[in-house]
Each structure stands twice: as structure tokens, then as C-alpha cells.
């Protein structure tokens, strides 16, 4: 080989190792700087923000990974919340992530959580699009997902009209005639909420009731009627109902429906690392929001089956005045 073409490649070469040395090392210091977060809160509603905002003022280092599907997004007016009465769901999450998003110690990143996994220091988790972030300690706040019924125009109208909750809504359909989709024994007490808030209560039972015969017996007596049929369509205008029609045909006005509702977790992670779940399908949690598993916590309705905004945002509090407390455990050695 020439002399001049000979220290030329060689100069190229020894170029090409320094530059990747150099990318190399960058890159390791890079994962080597990875950062520990002290928390990670999955789920950025309103249980999620709370956690977040305790923790934020305790000088800890968060990051909520939040997908933005919360299970309340469809419902046009949030209610039985101190000075937020009435106010769009959506529109009380954007102030309160405003007001989370003040506190330097609070990252967010917009994404889903897809996977999670015990490391030494903690947890290491995983979102769809490849992310990994690390941190000591786990917040799930990550809800639940209903499951509706094959029912037409079921799912337009829920959370305007279709609706769960008697303190949430029951105040807006007071008086109204209102049906309720359920049934069992065990749909008594519910019965009796709604029973207070409007005279004029028809429980329809989605085919042959497997209530006894006496109860529902007590159930006419006191002015309710029992309806063993099923529903095929709900007709609206814009969510809100206005008549039922049945599977053999007939039709009956009403103003508003209750349907107590299945549902699966939003986010299968929490079983994944071990979290005991409870008979009805919840995250199963101590007095402080703490799983089964150490170092992690669930709080609002992924371990609640009383949805309310203001359970949820108590929830979010105690879990992370619980996880501040044991990161400050290894401040006095």
C-alpha cells in the first residue's frame, strides 16, 4: 500500500474508534445517569395529581405517566366535590394538573404504562412506546373500565343519563322517572337510595328475576314496579334518555336509568407484580392505600367501589403521606 493512502486509512480508522468511543461513553453515562425517581404515580386524575401534589411539596422527585383516558371523560358535569360543584370532569383535571405542574419536583409524561417489573432499586417500568423509568416506590392510580351492556345506545348515554352513582348524579334526576337495571337480593340498598331521591322507581331485571318472590312482593308494596323483561335499545336526544324499548317490542318513557355496571382494571401491572385482588375484582389495600406488596400503593377507583371524586383525591393524599414517610426513614440512619 501506498505510504500517503496507508496513513490516511489509518487516520480515518483511529477517527472512527475515537468517535465511537466518545459516543459510547456519552451513551453510558447517559444510562448511567438514569434517573431514580422517588415515586412513580401511574394515572394522572385526580387521585393520581393528589398523590402527586403531597408528594411534590414533600421535595420528592415524581413522574406520572398518564394516558389520558379517564373513565369519566364523557361525563358532561362532576358533582358532590367542595367548590367544584358542577363543573365538567375534565375542566377540574386541567386545574389540577396546573397547579401539580408548579411544584419543580413533578415530571409528567404522556403515555401508557405498559409493563413493570421488580429491579434493586425499586421498580422499573415500561410504556408502549419503549420508555423505561425507574423509581422507589409505586402510586396506581389507574382506574377501572366498565363494561357495558349489548344494549343500543347504552354506552351514548352513560355518565349523562345512564349513571351509577346516586351521590354523584342523584341529585339532577331527583323526581324523575327513573328505571334500574339490575337485579338479585342483594339490590336492595341500592334500591333504597334511589328510592329516596324519586317516587317513581321501575327495576327492570333483564329477563326472569332470581329475587325471591317476597321481596319482590315488598318491592310493590312499597310503590316499585319489578319488570322481568330485557332492554334492546335506550333512545336519547344528545345522552340524555327519553324511552326504552324492550325485546318484545313494547316501549316505556323514562328520564333517567341507573346500571350498576362490571367492569375489568384499567391496568393489569399491579396484578402482574403480585397485588392481592378482592373478590369483587378491586386492588385489595391496608387503611394507608397499601398493597400487598411492599413499596407499592393503589388509591382511587381501582381499589374504591365508592366512585366519587372526593374519595379519590382523600385516597390520593393518605397513599402518598404514607410513601413520604417511609422514603424519610432512611434520612436518620
Not at 420528592?60 to 358532561?76: F, M
Amino acid at each position: 500500500m501506498h505510504r500517503r493512502l496507508f496513513i490516511k486509512t489509518g487516520s480515518l480508522a483511529y477517527l472512527s474508534i475515537a468517535v465511537s468511543s466518545v459516543f459510547l461513553k456519552n451513551n453510558h453515562m447517559e444510562i448511567s445517569k438514569k434517573k431514580l425517581y422517588d415515586t412513580i404515580i401511574i394515572g394522572g386524575s385526580y387521585a393520581g395529581l393528589s398523590s402527586a401534589m403531597t408528594l411534590g411539596r414533600s421535595l420528592r422527585n415524581v413522574l406520572v405517566i398518564d394516558s389520558g383516558k379517564p373513565c369519566n371523560e364523557q361525563t358532561p358535569h362532576s358533582h358532590n366535590f367542595l367548590t367544584r360543584d358542577g363543573m365538567p370532569p375534565g375542566k377540574i383535571a386541567e386545574i389540577a394538573r396546573e397547579e401539580v405542574s408548579n411544584y419543580p419536583g413533578i415530571e409528567f409524561y404522556n403515555g401508557l404504562a405498559a409493563s413493570g417489573k421488580k429491579i434493586s432499586e425499586g421498580f422499573q417500568i415500561t410504556t408502549s412506546d419503549g420508555q423505561l423509568f425507574e423509581s422507589k416506590k409505586l402510586i396506581f392510580a389507574t382506574g377501572i373500565t366498565d363494561i357495558m351492556p349489548d344494549i343500543t345506545g347504552f354506552s351514548a348515554c352513560w355518565g349523562t343519563s345512564v349513571i351509577h352513582c346516586p351521590y354523584c348524579h342523584g341529585y339532577e334526576f331527583k323526581g324523575k322517572k327513573t328505571a334500574i337495571l339490575a337485579d338479585g337480593d342483594n339490590v336492595l340498598h341500592f334500591l333504597s337510595l334511589i328510592k329516596n331521591l324519586t317516587d317513581d322507581v321501575t327495576l327492570i331485571t333483564s329477563g326472569k328475576s332470581s329475587m325471591h318472590i317476597d321481596t319482590i312482593a315488598k318491592l310493590n308494596r312499597n310503590g316499585i314496579n319489578v319488570v322481568q323483561k330485557t332492554v334492546s335499545e335506550i333512545g336519547h336526544n344528545d345522552g340524555y334518555v327519553n324511552q326504552l324499548t324492550f325485546s318484545d317490542g313494547a316501549t316505556e318513557n323514562f328520564e333517567a336509568i341507573y346500571a350498576p355496571l362490571p367492569f375489568r382494571q384499567h391496568c393489569d401491572i399491579p396484578k402482574e407484580l403480585g397485588c392481592e385482588m378482592t373478590e369483587t375484582g378491586h386492588i385489595k389495600v391496608d387503611a394507608t392505600q397499601k398493597t400487598s406488596i411492599d413499596s407499592i400503593y393503589a388509591v382511587g377507583d381501582n381499589c374504591n367501589p365508592l366512585r366519587a371524586l372526593s374519595l379519590s383525591v382523600a385516597a390520593g393524599t393518605l397513599a402518598a403521606v404514607k410513601v413520604n414517610a417511609e422514603l424519610a426513614q432512611d434520612i436518620l440512619l
